[in-house]
Structure formats: structure tokens, C-alpha cells
């Protein structure tokens, strides 16, 4: 069974502050894919990034960036230089091939980023 | 990106009513799912929807659930006997080229 892990509940930081926010999987099958989405309080889910199970890089968009170890099951996402903007809930999320693709959440991490 | 449109984007029910949540997923996809998230909790599976039929559904999608195509393009997602505990955000989601694209959400509210 697939199983999303975000030990962090809520996370605040000062504006400018870089944070992490960690993810931790389990899945059994070999091709899977792991995303991040950011829930802002107007409570629409926001698509970040997409990695699959084949590729490791690791990868920098702006100011967020995403480090993918399958050695550890870990999928985290830091953002640098924080802003106000930021303050919301981010999900991690798993899919998996032989299971539909649907797509299986962590608990959510929110992010209070202050001025 | 294209969208994903969801309506009413805010619902009140009283308990034991029917209610449908409306969604125009993105066209031409085979898939199509439905997820719910109950206030300050985290977004839970439903339902997936492929080629008009139902492929998978989660505990939480019983019997008062159903999932219809009324038409080619909108999808429903009826709850036929309201409780309390229905009360979530509901999203529908098309896979997109990256990712999958969420509609903006239904609230219902079950008073």
C-alpha cells in the first residue's frame, strides 16, 4: 500500500527565512510518481512539480527546489528566501502505475511565513 | 495549462438532502477522479473515472455516493443522503501534462 509521510504539521518562519519541508513515501511498486502541490487559503490545490521514480535530479524552480532520494523514500522541498506569498499548506502526494495513478496525500505541512 | 471547472463553488445542505457537485474536466482525457477534504485534514481519493466507468473507489465512496456523465463533457458526483460528516471540500482532477489538474472546489457545508 502507498503511504505519504509529512512529519511536520505547521512550520512558521520570518520573511526571507529559508525552509524545508520534509516527505517521506512507501510504496512497493517500481514506477511511481511524487508530487508537490501548495493549498493557499483560498483553498484551491496548486500543481508545483511532478517527479518520476527514474529520475533523481534534483531541481530548482525560482526559489523553491525539490531534493529526490530513493535511498531514504524522502521527496523534500525547500523554499529559499521566503515571502508572505508562501504561507500556505503544502501536500505531497504519491502515485503509483499499479494502482490507478490516483493519488495519495500527506497530512500537509502549513507554512507561516512572516513579516 | 487548461482548466479544470467546478460548480456551485459553495454549497448548504441540510442533512439527509440530495446534492450534485458539477465537474468539466479537462476534454479529451480518459481519466478522472474525484477527491475530498474535510476541514484542516488532508485530501482523500474517492473515486477514478475511466473510459465512463468507474475503475477504483476508496471505503470513504459508499453506497450514498455515485458518480455519473450526464453528458460527453460534465461529470456529477451525487451524495444522496446528506450527513454531517459529508460536510469537505470536494475536488475533481484530470491528469494535465505534468500534473494533475485540480478544479477549484466545491465546499458543501451539511448543517
Known amino acids: 500500500a502507498q503511504k505519504v509521510t509529512q512529519a511536520q504539521t505547521e512550520i512558521s518562519v520570518v520573511e526571507k527565512e529559508d525552509v524545508t519541508l520534509d516527505c517521506v513515501y512507501e510504496t512497493r511498486d517500481t514506477t511511481y510518481y511524487l508530487f508537490w502541490y501548495k493549498q493557499p487559503p483560498s483553498g484551491e490545490l496548486v500543481f508545483l512539480i511532478r517527479r518520476n521514480s527514474f529520475d533523481e535530479q534534483n531541481e530548482i524552480s525560482g526559489r523553491y527546489s525539490w531534493n529526490f532520494q530513493k535511498s531514504t523514500s524522502s521527496f523534500n522541498f525547500t523554499i529559499t528566501a521566503s515571502q508572505v506569498v508562501d504561507s500556505a499548506v503544502y501536500f505531497c502526494?504519491?502515485?503509483?502505475?499499479?494502482?490507478?495513478?490516483?493519488?495519495?496525500f500527506g497530512g500537509g505541512t502549513r507554512v507561516l511565513v512572516k513579516p | 495549462e487548461p482548466e479544470v471547472t467546478q460548480t456551485p463553488s459553495h454549497q448548504v445542505t441540510q442533512m439527509g438532502q440530495e446534492v450534485i457537485l458539477r465537474c468539466v474536466p479537462i476534454s479529451n482525457h480518459l481519466y478522472f477522479y474525484w477527491y475530498r477534504q474535510i476541514l484542516g485534514q488532508k485530501v482523500e481519493f474517492l473515486v477514478s473515472?475511466?473510459?465512463?466507468?468507474?475503475?477504483?473507489k476508496s471505503e470513504i465512496f459508499d453506497d450514498q455516493f455515485s458518480v455519473e456523465r450526464p453528458d460527453g463533457s460534465n461529470f456529477t458526483l451525487k451524495i444522496r443522503s446528506t450527513k454531517l460528516e459529508d460536510s469537505a471540500m470536494y475536488f475533481c482532477?484530470?491528469?494535465?501534462?505534468?500534473?494533475?489538474?485540480f478544479g477549484s472546489g466545491t465546499r458543501l457545508t451539511v448543517v
Open positions: 482532477a484530470s491528469p494535465g501534462n505534468y500534473g494533475y489538474t
Open positions: 473515472f475511466y473510459n465512463n466507468e468507474i475503475s477504483e
Open positions: 502526494a504519491l502515485s503509483e502505475e499499479a494502482a490507478g495513478n490516483k493519488l495519495t
